[in-house]
């Protein structure tokens, strides 16, 4: 792969892999570390793609994988999340549903994000998460569920549109 190949490709999928990274490991630093892993792999990748959607395919795929090694890291279950520490940190405005989203278990999470708000359709994301179908359509009817009851409870059920 040549230099100018690697930097088109990294300019275009760059910010879709690190907000896939984001919603599978749910902090910033870490999602960049991801992206970063994800980038290399392709710069040392050695085969050929068959087209752009092989190559997309490929990168969520690695994207995710990465994302699973990183939650099963021993670091990361010795660590607490920044929201849990009691320091000064100042209150962030968010949107509640994207809140809502990511306050979803990770097998939710994943699915929603990538249908929702990737474009992706039903059997697009079972390929990239290696389940059926099925599965992705109960996944995302639940956490529609979820995010209804959650939302509604808010007073963000007007927002949603899911």
Not at 57 to 64: D, E, G, N, Y
Not at 76 to 101: C, F, H, M, S, Y
């Amino acid at each position: 792969m040549t230099d100018e190949i690697f930097e088109k490709w990294a300019r275009t999928y760059s910010d879709t892999i690190f907000r896939v990274a984001l919603h599978g490991v749910r902090d910033r630093g870490e999602a960049e570390d991801v992206t970063q892993t994800v980038l290399l792999r392709l710069y040392q990748h050695t085969g050929n793609f068959d087209g752009e959607e092989h190559l997309k395919h490929w990168l969520l795929r690695v994207t995710v994988n990465e994302c699973r090694k990183v939650l099963r890291s021993p670091w990361k279950k010795r660590t607490i999340p920044l929201e849990d520490w009691d320091g000064p940190v100042e209150e962030r405005k968010t949107d509640g549903v994207l809140d809502a989203v990511m306050a979803l278990d990770g097998k939710y999470r994943l699915p929603v994000y990538l249908y929702y708000y990737e474009g992706y359709s039903v059997q697009e994301v079972a390929g990239v998460l290696r389940v059926n179908p099925s599965t992705i359509q109960t996944r995302l009817q639940r956490a529609r569920e979820k995010l209804r009851s959650v939302l509604t409870e808010e007073g963000e059920g007007d927002k949603c549109s899911i």
